[in-house]
């Protein structure tokens, strides 16, 4: 059997849903539509996960996270909201969320956010610790993050290259791992959020083996951008992730890469292509394995 979770949301279809995704991966799942219930059933057991909704009446879901992390503090929280997440990522990581679900999230992406945060709680809880801030996907990235973060931790503005080779060294930059950072760097956790949402070469989503960026802004667009978009989602099938089965290929779409004189244009990894002809798409990704 995997963890114990508590799924808070006054919708209890979101409860009913999570129920049919969580319980055939093997997790326990316990829901309740009543945040003020919630509370109590956390006194009385020890879940490994809270899912919780944001936006409740009565007890909020940043009242409830904070709540819980007072009465049972190793417990793994993911926050989910259908509002503005980058607000809501900013407020919920100072109180330790380990990841967040937006709404509409589909099944795939719920099984994916509960098997990382059991994954991290269960290291944490093996090393004793309580606190969020070693999250990551495995004990040697984590090592390596810090020895990055120690290694840049008097160096002046040196945020940018903190975050490009975390995300390097993890693929991506999760919330929890944000929060690492700024206390690594002393700075504010909101500084870190405001950086990666700015730069879309950052991601706080788990990417591909090989990214492949596609613009669709204006000059791209004119020459044909949606149909490479078309072709590439053809030929590679990408999950609601955005990812292929395999974690080969991700993409994403981007607004300029700044070479519209060769528009259009993608890139993979950090290889440009200019002037793509939708047709030759697989010619390009022959050279990526
Ligand atoms: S619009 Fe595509 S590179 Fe500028």
Do not use: W
């Amino acid at each position: 059997m995997k963890g114990n979770i508590l799924v808070v949301d006054d919708d209890s279809i979101i409860i009913r849903s999570c129920r049919g995704v969580l319980e055939p991966m093997g997790f326990d799942v316990n829901g309740t539509t009543n945040p003020k219930e919630a509370l109590e059933l956390i006194k009385t057991h020890d879940y490994d996960i809270i899912i919780t909704d944001m936006i409740m009446p009565g007890i909020d879901g940043f009242e409830l996270i904070r709540r819980t992390k007072e009465l049972k503090p190793n417990t793994a929280i993911i926050a989910m909201t259908g509002y503005s997440i980058k607000e809501t990522i900013k407020d919920t990581l100072e109180y330790g969320i380990l990841d967040y679900l937006q709404k509409p999230f589909s099944p795939n992406i719920l099984a994916d956010t509960v098997e990382r945060v059991d994954n991290m709680s269960r290291k944490l809880k093996s090393q004793g610790a309580v606190s969020g801030d070693e999250a990551a996907d495995g004990a040697h990235k984590i090592d390596a993050v810090n020895a990055l973060i120690k290694q840049y931790k008097t160096v002046p503005g040196s945020l940018i290259t903190v975050l490009s080779k975390t995300q390097e060294i993890l693929g991506y930059l999760p919330p929890a791992v944000q929060r690492l950072i700024a206390k690594g760097l002393r700075i504010p956790v909101s500084e870190v959020l405001s950086v990666v949402s700015f730069y879309p070469c950052y991601t706080m989503r788990v990417r591909g083996k090989h990214n492949i960026r596609v613009c669709i802004g204006a000059a791209c667009y004119a020459k044909k951008a949606d149909t490479i978009v078309q072709k590439l989602c053809d030929h590679l099938h990408f999950n609601e992730d955005n990812i292929t089965e395999d974690k080969k290929f991700s993409y994403e779409t981007v607004r300029c890469l700044g070479a519209c004189a060769s528009a259009p244009v993608i890139e993979v990894d950090h290889d440009s292509h200019g002037t793509v002809d939708p047709d030759k798409i697989t010619e390009i990704l022959k050279n990526y394995n």
